[in-house]
């Protein structure tokens, strides 16, 4: 069976009427209806609306009107981006019948792209989580080893597209819920600079570290997908005002409002590396690593110096801090959030509380106690009641203030970095995607996966995750207590200055080579 | 730092939850575990360190002064061929964007959202 890895060829077949947007269609939704009761990567499949996009387009074909950069590209969307008219569930039980009335500005320009939206991808309820196992709808498994993780938040996104269901699938990232599960099933992901896509339509759940970003089998395959999300929206009031500028310059600047942001996105491997400055964290590197993952990230390193790069150390002496500073900064922002699910207006609302015999019942607090203790789930009321704590009076300046003071000393440590290296070269994750389950009992150690990407949103700066593949045949960098990990992908994660997403996309392209 | 059960039932009346005895027990455990870790944090030397409350620090974003419509009415054409007169059209109109903001109530009469009672 043909299958469609790639969204350009996809897109450029497509354009040239080699194939209909019909048959790419057709063919995406039976790799899925043979695929997806194993994997569990989509929570929904839309065939009929996917069939009338599909038509819809090759009508404008027919018509010989001007096609989009995502002409017939079918596309997976997590369960917590809004399409107008289709339940968006977080994959909670408090939004599993919700059905937006308004559309995400994402989709809007995905639909004007002329992509097809396929369905909903599974996802740890209200993004919260790293293994896609805080799902109401059950987990997603790893289509490289059906025993494990996919990761999360976006395990359905990352699994959709390793499966090869899908080229392409949008996916957020508050904490690392694009490039952890990217790393897991061995394909691309990534972070934009925060605010460069426009969170409008993207359910809530940190607001200050939330990214919307591309999952896709090739770099050059995300920046296609970037090209086309990115960008101003008035609807976003953190979305930035200079999201499309020259990149001409390889000044690198702390973020401010007079930051060069690229105007297109594009991933053209250099022919060499000759003038890179890559920055090697050398504590990252000597942290608790799987062997595997170590070995792949300093074959990497000899791969990019031998490329004429120049590895330079780089010292980054908050980033251990930053996992404590990342769950008490996103469970307040959280919290916050997730008070407007009252089950009055929207989502759901207990039955129950009308007759239980607890004090009030029936009461207005009452129904809403009982309709947010139902609707959420256990990772989801642990981190606000987390916030919640953090947040309360007598403990906010020694939490949350803490954590946000903290939080710019991780942000300086990158701008320091940024001044002396153009790439910060890293693991994406300390090991390969670990089994179902295997943290369910232990929400810090479950929290501890995230320890290499949670600085980026913290910082708000561009990081990329992509599989590199070095150990695959070398078993001997193995330990005896891992032998079944020798085929699972392997990542590294590359972080850039802010607004410089093209050094990620250009250097992915080139280790890819 | 540690927090007791007291602490955990205030913190489930401050954030609006509902949870069972064994619940709280199982969360007492988890929080403490967290907080416990978030401690390091007490070790970083913060003197004049200002807050970083966002990634992007800009401010005053502004935008034309002008009423958008979150829930789109649908076009003149789809009001149907009677709807002819400006009043009617905005009624009709109103009328949508009613159905379609309380499309996704828990219960509704129409009009309004219905709620428990909230005044004795």
């Given at each position: 069976m043909n299958v469609d890895t790639s969204a350009l060829e996809i897109a450029a077949q497509v354009r040239a009427g080699v194939r209909s947007a019909a048959a790419v269609t057709t063919a995406a939704l039976q790799r899925i209806a043979r695929l997806n009761p194993s994997i569990h990567a989509f929570v929904e499949v839309w065939s009929d609306f996917a069939a009338e996009q599909a038509a819809r387009l090759d009508q404008k074909i027919a018509a010989g009107q001007t096609l989009g950069p995502l002409a017939g590209v079918p596309?997976?969307?997590?369960?917590?981006l809004c399409v107008a008219g289709q339940i968006c569930s977080c994959a909670s039980k408090m939004l599993e019948n919700f059905r937006p009335t308004y559309q995400a500005t994402v989709i809007d320009r995905?639909?004007?792209?002329?992509?097809?939206?396929?369905?909903?991808?599974?996802?740890?309820?209200?993004?919260?989580g790293s293994a896609t196992e805080y799902s109401m709808w059950g987990p997603?498994?790893?289509?490289?080893?059906?025993?494990?993780?996919?990761?999360?938040s976006s395990?359905?996104?990352?699994?959709?597209?390793?499966?090869?269901?899908?080229?392409?699938?949008?996916?957020?990232?508050?904490?690392?819920?694009?490039?952890?599960?990217?790393?897991?099933?061995?394909?691309?992901?990534?972070?934009?600079?925060y605010g460069t896509v426009s969170r409008y339509g993207l359910i809530a759940f940190a607001s200050s570290l939330d990214q919307v970003g591309p999952l896709a089998n090739s770099a050059a395959d995300l920046a296609l997908l970037l090209n086309v999300i990115a960008g101003h929206d008035p609807k976003d009031a953190t979305s930035l005002p200079n999201a499309r500028r020259d990149d001409s310059s390889k000044e690198t600047s702390p973020v401010d409002s007079n930051q060069a942001w690229p105007k297109e996105f594009e991933s053209h491997a250099p022919q060499n590396l000759k003038g890179w400055r890559i920055g090697v964290i050398d504590e990252q590197l000597s942290a608790d690593l799987h062997p595997d993952v170590l070995a792949a990230t300093q074959?990497?390193?000899?791969q990019m110096e031998q490329a004429g790069a120049t590895v330079v150390p780089v010292d980054l002496p908050h980033q251990k801090y930053a996992i404590a500073t990342y769950y008490l900064v996103a469970s307040c922002e959280a919290a916050s959030n997730l008070s407007r699910y009252d089950g009055m207006h929207f989502g759901y609302r207990s039955p129950l509380a009308a007759t239980t015999n607890?004090?009030?019942?029936?009461?207005?607090?009452?129904?809403?106690?009982?309709?947010?203790?139902?609707?959420?789930?256990?990772?989801?009321?642990?981190?606000?009641?987390?916030?919640?704590?953090?947040?309360?009076?007598?403990?906010?300046?020694q939490f949350y203030n803490q954590a946000l003071k903290v939080r710019r000393k991780i942000r300086e440590d990158f701008d320091a970095a940024f001044q002396k290296v153009d790439v910060l070269i890293g693991p994406t994750t300390a090991a390969p995607a670990f089994k179902i389950g295997a943290h369910q009992d232990d929400p810090v150690a479950m929290y501890q996966t995230d320890l290499f990407t949670v600085s980026a949103n913290l910082a708000g700066t561009p990081a990329l995750s992509l599989p590199v593949n070095h150990c695959k045949a070398n078993s001997s960098a193995t330990s005896d207590a891992s032998p079944a990990t020798t085929d699972l992908p392997l990542a590294v994660h590359l972080q850039a200055a802010p607004g410089h997403e093209n050094r990620l996309l250009q250097m992915a392209a080139f280790l890819a080579r | 730092m540690k927090i007791d059960l007291q602490t955990v039932a205030h913190l489930e009346r401050l954030a609006y939850l509902e949870f069972s005895p064994q619940q709280r027990e199982g969360l007492l455990i988890d929080?403490?575990?967290?907080?416990?870790?978030?401690?390091?944090?007490?070790?970083?030397?913060?003197?004049?360190?200002?807050?970083?409350?966002?990634?992007?620090?800009?401010?005053?974003?502004?935008?034309?002064?002008?009423?958008?419509?979150?829930?789109?009415?649908?076009?003149q054409s789809e009001l149907g061929p009677t709807a002819r007169d400006d009043a009617q059209d905005h009624n009709r109109?109103?009328?949508?964007?009613?159905?379609?903001?309380?499309?996704?109530?828990?219960?509704?009469?129409?009009?309004?959202?219905?709620?428990?009672?909230?005044?004795?």
């Amino acid at each position: 069976m043909n299958v469609d890895t790639s969204a350009l060829e996809i897109a450029a077949q497509v354009r040239a009427g080699v194939r209909s947007a019909a048959a790419v269609t057709t063919a995406a939704l039976q790799r899925i209806a043979r695929l997806n009761p194993s994997i569990h990567a989509f929570v929904e499949v839309w065939s009929d609306f996917a069939a009338e996009q599909a038509a819809r387009l090759d009508q404008k074909i027919a018509a010989g009107q001007t096609l989009g950069p995502l002409a017939g590209v079918p596309i997976a969307i997590k369960d917590n981006l809004c399409v107008a008219g289709q339940i968006c569930s977080c994959a909670s039980k408090m939004l599993e019948n919700f059905r937006p009335t308004y559309q995400a500005t994402v989709i809007d320009r995905l639909v004007q792209a002329d992509a097809i939206l396929i369905g909903r991808a599974n996802m740890d309820q209200f993004a919260m989580g790293s293994a896609t196992e805080y799902s109401m709808w059950g987990p997603s498994k790893n289509p490289r080893d059906l025993t494990r993780s996919p990761g999360g938040s976006s395990g359905g996104s990352a699994a959709a597209v390793a499966s090869g269901m899908v080229p392409l699938a949008l996916g957020s990232d508050t904490g690392g819920s694009i490039r952890q599960p990217a790393a897991f099933c061995g394909i691309y992901g990534l972070k934009p600079t925060y605010g460069t896509v426009s969170r409008y339509g993207l359910i809530a759940f940190a607001s200050s570290l939330d990214q919307v970003g591309p999952l896709a089998n090739s770099a050059a395959d995300l920046a296609l997908l970037l090209n086309v999300i990115a960008g101003h929206d008035p609807k976003d009031a953190t979305s930035l005002p200079n999201a499309r500028r020259d990149d001409s310059s390889k000044e690198t600047s702390p973020v401010d409002s007079n930051q060069a942001w690229p105007k297109e996105f594009e991933s053209h491997a250099p022919q060499n590396l000759k003038g890179w400055r890559i920055g090697v964290i050398d504590e990252q590197l000597s942290a608790d690593l799987h062997p595997d993952v170590l070995a792949a990230t300093q074959a990497t390193i000899k791969q990019m110096e031998q490329a004429g790069a120049t590895v330079v150390p780089v010292d980054l002496p908050h980033q251990k801090y930053a996992i404590a500073t990342y769950y008490l900064v996103a469970s307040c922002e959280a919290a916050s959030n997730l008070s407007r699910y009252d089950g009055m207006h929207f989502g759901y609302r207990s039955p129950l509380a009308a007759t239980t015999n607890q004090p009030h019942a029936g009461s207005l607090e009452a129904v809403i106690r009982a309709s947010r203790g139902a609707g959420f789930g256990e990772e989801v009321k642990r981190r606000i009641l987390l916030g919640t704590f953090a947040l309360s009076q007598g403990y906010a300046d020694q939490f949350y203030n803490q954590a946000l003071k903290v939080r710019r000393k991780i942000r300086e440590d990158f701008d320091a970095a940024f001044q002396k290296v153009d790439v910060l070269i890293g693991p994406t994750t300390a090991a390969p995607a670990f089994k179902i389950g295997a943290h369910q009992d232990d929400p810090v150690a479950m929290y501890q996966t995230d320890l290499f990407t949670v600085s980026a949103n913290l910082a708000g700066t561009p990081a990329l995750s992509l599989p590199v593949n070095h150990c695959k045949a070398n078993s001997s960098a193995t330990s005896d207590a891992s032998p079944a990990t020798t085929d699972l992908p392997l990542a590294v994660h590359l972080q850039a200055a802010p607004g410089h997403e093209n050094r990620l996309l250009q250097m992915a392209a080139f280790l890819a080579r | 730092m540690k927090i007791d059960l007291q602490t955990v039932a205030h913190l489930e009346r401050l954030a609006y939850l509902e949870f069972s005895p064994q619940q709280r027990e199982g969360l007492l455990i988890d929080l403490n575990k967290i907080l416990n870790f978030a401690a390091e944090l007490k070790e970083v030397d913060l003197t004049g360190v200002a807050p970083m409350t966002h990634a992007i620090e800009q401010l005053n974003v502004l935008r034309p002064d002008t009423l958008p419509l979150a829930l789109e009415p649908k076009t003149q054409s789809e009001l149907g061929p009677t709807a002819r007169d400006d009043a009617q059209d905005h009624n009709r109109a109103a009328d949508q964007r009613r159905t379609l903001a309380l499309q996704n109530a828990p219960q509704h009469d129409g009009v309004f959202y219905l709620v428990p009672k909230v005044l004795e």
